[in-house]
């Protein structure tokens, strides 16, 4: 079965700083992955698609990676700041392509 | 307007007993899902509803059920609830069929607490 590792559990930069943030995956070729952002208390929040002939996808200061060859999407948070203060989840479809597999996500803590 | 709601935020119950959790959206979205996070706040899927129809069921036990009396609703019953089942439940829906290319909208979570 697929597996996704967000392979840093917490993440502490400082403000004005890019976070990178990785995702790997294993026994499978998606078709394109997501990102959301889940704060305490609250449900997650979709931030970024990016399918798999995109190699990189931007909105405002953020951005995405996909390489397929190496199974990895970076996840770029460029001039941080402390409300990006969250954790990240990273989602891919499951070989049906009926639902989303999410990774455990990654806490970042941005401090001024 | 909230697009996905769900009632109760929190939930305090014995274990044994019956409850039901509620969710709604106002997207006019085709599918809605139920997720559940643990307490190490892995998020993992559980149902997801399409046109009042089950699509999927990712080894849940069989003590939970979902019902979709309408398109925009989609209700969570677990009966005998175990400790095991303390955690977050999200509500979602999306446009399409569950393949994912458009995003998921989440519901605000309800707290399940079994003692």
């Known amino acids: 079965s697929q597996k996704i590792e967000q392979n840093s559990e917490a993440l502490n930069i400082q403000e004005g700083k890019t976070a990178t943030l990785t995702c790997n995956y294993t026994?499978?070729?998606?078709?394109?992955l997501q990102w959301y952002r889940q704060d305490p208390g609250r449900g997650p929040v979709f931030l970024l698609l990016?399918?798999?002939?995109?190699k990189e996808k931007r909105k405002e200061r953020l951005k995405v990676t996909f390489d397929t060859t190496l199974k990895q999407s970076l996840f770029h948070i460029t001039a941080s700041q402390p409300a990006d203060s969250a954790t990240y989840l990273c989602?891919?479809?499951?070989?049906?392509?009926?639902?989303?597999?999410f990774g455990k996500g990654t806490t970042l803590s941005v401090s001024s | 307007d909230t697009a996905v709601s769900q009632t109760p935020k929190y939930l305090v119950t014995q274990m044994g007993n019956d409850k039901s959790i509620k969710c709604e959206q106002n997207?006019?979205?085709?599918?809605m899902y139920w997720y559940k996070q643990d307490s190490k706040k892995f998020l993992k899927i559980m149902f997801s509803?399409?046109?009042?129809?089950?699509?999927i069921n990712e080894t849940v036990p069989n003590r939970f059920s979902p019902k979709s009396p309408d398109k925009a609703h989609l209700n969570l019953h677990i009966n005998s609830l175990e400790l095991g089942d303390s955690a977050v439940y999200f509500c979602?829906?999306?446009?399409?069929?569950?393949?994912?290319?458009?995003?998921?909208?989440f519901g605000p979570g309800t707290r399940l607490t079994v003692t």
């Open positions: 026994n499978y070729s998606p078709a394109y």
């Open positions: 997207l006019g979205h085709d599918t």
């Open positions: 979602a829906s999306s446009q399409d069929l569950g393949d994912g290319k458009y995003e998921q909208y």
């Open positions: 989602a891919l479809p499951n070989q049906a392509g009926t639902a989303l597999i």
């Open positions: 990016i399918r798999e002939n995109e």
């Open positions: 509803y399409n046109n009042k129809e089950l699509i």
